[in-house]
């Protein structure tokens, strides 16, 4: 213990007591470095809280998708103008539903529903995942404008596919008649 008496609660400390010297603050542009020494170059540094200029993201996540895309809306519809016209050469116009449900299964079936069958299926896989990666690249703001295009197209093809296949195989069997 000390011999010194200690302040009571609310009273200043004695004189007696060491103070410690703090060094105070020197603004960098005082300091100067030691001889043969460099400060890094701040030219192009940002001060402490600003934001940074965003750097460009690559586009190339939406063009993939609006590729992809278009890709899905070009086969399927050539996919259901070829199944249309299959469908309404194959069709018998004045044939009833039992008369057509008793026939045996033909070549021209199958292929039919093979061509349907292979457009649904890697229609819809596509497709899905150009709907998918256009909503990536819109949220992404990695080419934003090809994802919107990209949820467009994607969802547009399954309706216009159908709209041409019920179309071609109509006006096939309506010349037919």
Same mark, same amino acid.
């Given at each position: 213990?000390? +011999?010194?008496?200690? &302040?009571? *609660?609310?009273?200043?400390? &004695?004189?007696?007591?060491?103070?410690?010297? *703090?060094?105070?603050?020197?603004? &960098?542009?005082? !300091?100067?470095?030691?001889?043969?020494?460099?400060?890094? +170059?701040?030219?192009?540094?940002?001060?402490?809280?600003?934001?940074?200029?965003?750097?460009?993201?690559?586009?190339?996540?939406?063009?993939?998708?609006?590729?992809?895309?278009? @890709? @899905?809306?070009?086969? /399927?519809?050539?996919? %259901?103008?070829? #199944?249309?016209?299959?469908?309404?050469?194959?069709? +018998?116009?004045?044939?009833?539903?039992?008369? +057509? =449900?008793?026939?045996?299964? /033909?070549?021209?079936?199958?292929?039919?529903? %093979?061509?349907?069958?292979?457009?649904?299926?890697?229609?819809?896989?596509?497709?899905?995942?150009?709907? !998918?990666?256009?909503?990536?690249? $819109?949220?992404?703001?990695?080419?934003?404008?090809?994802?919107?295009?990209?949820?467009?197209?994607? $969802?547009?093809? &399954? !309706?216009? %596919? =159908?709209? !041409? *296949?019920?179309?071609? %195989?109509?006006?096939?069997? #309506?010349?037919?008649?």
């Amino acid at each position: 213990m000390t +011999d010194s008496p200690r &302040p009571q *609660y609310g009273e200043y400390a &004695p004189v007696a007591y060491p103070t410690a010297a *703090y060094p105070t603050a020197v603004h &960098p542009a005082e !300091v100067h470095p030691p001889a043969g020494h460099f400060l890094p +170059d701040t030219a192009g540094v940002l001060p402490y809280g600003t934001p940074s200029p965003e750097a460009a993201k690559p586009r190339t996540l939406g063009l993939v998708a609006c590729i992809g895309a278009i @890709v @899905v809306f070009v086969f /399927s519809v050539a996919a %259901s103008v070829t #199944a249309g016209v299959i469908a309404g050469e194959a069709a +018998d116009p004045y044939a009833t539903f039992e008369q +057509d =449900m008793a026939a045996p299964l /033909s070549a021209v079936d199958v292929q039919l529903g %093979s061509i349907i069958v292979l457009q649904l299926t890697l229609g819809t896989v596509i497709g899905v995942w150009a709907l !998918v990666q256009g909503i990536f690249a $819109v949220v992404l703001k990695r080419g934003r404008a090809f994802g919107i295009a990209a949820i467009a197209v994607a $969802v547009c093809a &399954p !309706v216009v %596919s =159908m709209i !041409v *296949y019920t179309v071609t %195989s109509s006006v096939i069997i #309506a010349t037919r008649m």
